[in-house]
């Protein structure tokens, strides 16, 4: 069954998101935005278009009707008023917020809708919570899973060792919301930029911190069996203190419109970027304490003519990766979807999930 998509947001992550959707022979694809320049670029890719306002509640919804899904790659105070339209227009509906608040307004919609509605399906949360939660299955018992994901410039240059990668207002939301976690088998808040530690690999030293929004709905699926679950972002050493003094000591944190403006003009973007998944869990298995890993790190690479870079192609391969399981039945396809309800093996054998594969460190170890 050919599906017809609608993205709505024309920025880097939903020019990727056309782009596969456009080279497959399973969909077709219209990009909605209200920035007749960001269009532009993707009628010169061919890909169709159409101009629509998000905060126009009416229109939006017009402007949807006719698609059987709708993927929401716009900021994240869009989401509710973006989602609600997908369900006026009977559409499915899929986005990649990290934002606590955005998800609950969606699950709100999702438990009197007739069609499905999935937030969180990006890198982290989404393919990092399906990895997570397969991991975790792995064990009889578990005890511990802790996440960490970093999108990061291969040749760092400046102090923070940075280069915004996607979404700005996304990742200042990740520095200074609350972050769930599991703790002594509680769900509870954590504060963010805590829970310090350093993390090797490939003789290369990173530094990981609490971040919010990364583990999705897992800490809800795993409360009472999971003594400790928890989600942190990775960076390179010294990042962190930087952060620190920049909305602590500085109070950045309370004019985070300033914060962006700065992060905007001062950290440029990059294409040559590094994509690195880091889950490890803990427990028993056949009544042993053992302990398993999950490793994937990916590039940048060129797709259709055009160079990609590793954050748009994994955040653009988890989106795509759970819609394409939905399409073919393997999902439900009315109410609210979690992550964590989906296979790894069955992500992995979609056409988008195989993007991930290439960056399998994990099977690549065993086969050496």
């Keep these: 069954m050919r599906w017809n998509i609608c993205v709505v947001g024309a920025g880097?992550?939903?020019q990727m998101i056309a782009t596969l959707l456009k080279t497959s022979p399973n969909y077709t694809v219209t990009v909605a935005d209200h920035d007749l320049a960001a269009l532009s670029v993707l009628n010169k890719m061919g890909v169709p278009t159409k101009q629509i306002d998000a905060k126009d509640e009416a229109g939006l919804a017009e402007g949807l009707k006719g698609f059987d899904a709708v993927i929401s790659a716009?900021?994240?105070?869009?989401?509710?008023?973006?989602?609600?339209?997908?369900?006026?227009?009977?559409?499915?509906?899929f986005d990649l917020t990290e934002d606590v608040a955005a998800t609950n307004a969606v699950r709100a919609l999702a438990e009197k809708s007739q069609t499905a509605f999935m937030p969180q399906c990006g890198l982290a949360p989404g393919f990092v919570g399906i990895a997570g939660a397969a991991l975790a299955a792995e064990f009889d018992e578990i005890d511990s899973l802790h996440m960490r994901v970093g999108a990061l410039p291969?040749?760092?240059?400046n102090a923070l060792k940075y280069n915004l990668t996607w979404s700005?207002?996304?990742?200042?939301?990740?520095?200074?919301?609350?972050?769930?976690?599991?703790?002594?088998?509680?769900?509870?808040?954590?504060a963010?930029?805590?829970?310090?530690?350093?993390?090797g690999h490939d003789g290369v030293e990173y530094e990981c911190f609490n971040t919010s929004g990364g583990l999705g709905t897992l800490p809800?699926?795993?409360?009472?069996?999971?003594?400790a679950v928890s989600y942190r972002s990775i960076r390179y050493p010294g990042h962190r203190d930087i952060l620190r003094l920049l909305l602590n000591d500085l109070g950045l944190e309370r004019r985070r419109d300033l914060l962006k403006d700065i992060f905007e003009a001062a950290l440029p973007r990059t294409d040559q970027d590094v994509v690195l998944v880091y889950c490890t869990a803990k427990g028993r298995i056949g009544g042993q304490l053992r302990e398993k890993s999950l490793i994937n790190k990916s590039y940048s690479r060129v797709i259709d003519g055009l160079t990609w870079s590793a954050?748009?192609?994994?955040?653009a391969a988890g989106v795509l990766g759970v819609v394409d399981l939905m399409r073919t039945g393997t999902l439900p396809s009315k109410g609210f979807i979690r992550q964590e309800q989906v296979k790894f093996a069955d992500f992995l054998e979609t056409e988008f999930?195989?993007?991930?594969?290439?960056?399998?460190?994990?099977?690549?170890?065993?086969?050496?």
């Design 220 to 227: 809800e699926t795993l409360e009472g069996k999971a003594r």
């Design 74 to 93: 716009a900021p994240f105070f869009l989401t509710p008023a973006i989602a609600k339209a997908a369900q006026v227009a009977g559409a499915h509906y």
């Design 154 to 157: 291969l040749y760092p240059t």
């Design 168 to 190: 700005t207002d996304g990742l200042i939301n990740e520095y200074c919301n609350p972050c769930d976690a599991i703790v002594n088998g509680q769900l509870v808040k954590t």
């Design 192 to 199: 963010p930029l805590e829970d310090y530690e350093i993390l």
């Design 353 to 368: 999930g195989r993007l991930y594969r290439a960056g399998d460190v994990t099977k690549q170890s065993k086969a050496a």
């Design 12 to 14: 880097k992550i939903g």
């Design 311 to 315: 954050i748009q192609v994994t955040t």
